[in-house]
């Protein structure tokens, strides 16, 4: 029997390369299953003369996908992980993490090559806190301004001249064809990556088991070992994108190295910690991570 199945998605051009790239997956994996995309507006899509910090958080991008996804318009929501609140409403799940795209952030400029070649007081765009607070270690000198908008839009403003240089995701410029224009891949020792930065998430009607059965072959094992420990760091300090948080994990033969850094944009201080152990135990490493962070104070910084 055909059937068919809804993902919600953005509009923006990165959300529907994601939520195509989930849409190919599953129609290879079920050639008799039927994928359609509706096509949503979010408020986080639609205020964009505010940080994200100041009107609510990167929540802003998914609510109007669940409320799609609750009142039956849609079976799934493809986000960016990254996008994802560390608290999930009741009523939804995770289904399945694929594997991720490159996550480290990228510079992106007409005229320099790297963030050491900037001159004195240049003008940085971005919106996230984690990337000022970084950058702002590395060239207290920079004049770093707000840049909100699709990728499309940002690299506009700065083809128009409104920035000397921006910071974007690697990931979002790769998935759109726009790999020429990174600059600079900037290593984690220099701006450490967002929680899940890079990959892709399916979320789903908490306990919908015929939904699960049908994105189970999406699922990438090592990504979301990963994803996970970085997202029970962040879930412990209950971060959002108004808090410069900064989680990344890798693997080696069975072992996860996470690193976890939380900072204050107005003090300038900066707590960074590292923990390592089997990749079974990886929220629990997130969680033991952020227990570290809060004894070095990040409560306090996050809350100056």
């Not at 409104?162 to 290593?187: H, M, N, S, T, V």
């Not at 003090?267 to 809060?294: F, R, W």
Request: charge should be negative; proline fraction near 5%.
């Amino acid at each position: 029997m055909n059937k068919t199945l809804k993902i919600a998605t953005r509009k923006s051009p990165l959300a529907l390369w994601q939520a195509e790239h989930v849409k190919a997956r599953l129609e290879a994996h079920h050639p008799q299953l039927e994928v359609v995309l509706v096509k949503m507006m979010t408020k986080g899509d639609q205020i964009l003369n505010s940080p994200l910090s100041k009107i609510g958080g990167k929540g802003l991008f998914i609510k109007e996908l669940e409320i799609g996804m609750m009142e039956g318009e849609a079976d799934i929501a493809v986000h960016s992980m990254k996008d994802v609140p560390y608290e999930i409403p009741p009523g939804f799940e995770l289904g399945a993490i694929l594997k991720r795209e490159n996550p480290f952030d990228a510079f992106v400029s007409n005229n320099f090559d790297s963030i050491n070649d900037l001159p004195q007081g240049a003008k940085v765009g971005t919106c996230s806190m984690r990337r000022i607070v970084q950058l702002k270690a590395r060239r207290p000198d920079l004049e770093i301004l707000d840049l909100r908008g699709n990728v499309n839009t940002r690299l506009k403003k700065l083809d128009d001249g409104e920035y000397d240089a921006i910071i974007l995701a690697c990931a979002g410029l790769i998935r759109l064809k726009f790999e020429d224009r990174i600059k600079q891949e900037i290593p984690a020792i220099d701006s450490l990556p967002a929680v899940g930065q890079g990959a892709v998430g399916i979320e789903i009607r908490q306990d919908d088991k015929e939904i699960l059965e049908l994105i189970k072959p999406l699922i990438d094992e090592q990504t979301t070992y990963r994803v996970s420990a970085e997202c029970a760091m962040n879930a412990r300090l209950e971060g959002g994108c108004s808090v410069p948080i900064a989680g990344y994990a890798t693997i080696d033969n069975e072992q996860i190295t996470l690193t976890g850094l939380v900072g204050n944009v107005d003090s300038g201080v900066i707590l960074k910690h590292q923990v390592m152990g089997p990749v079974n135990e990886a929220e629990l490493l997130g969680a033991t991570l952020a227990d570290k962070l809060i004894e070095m104070g990040a409560k306090d910084i996050l809350n100056i």
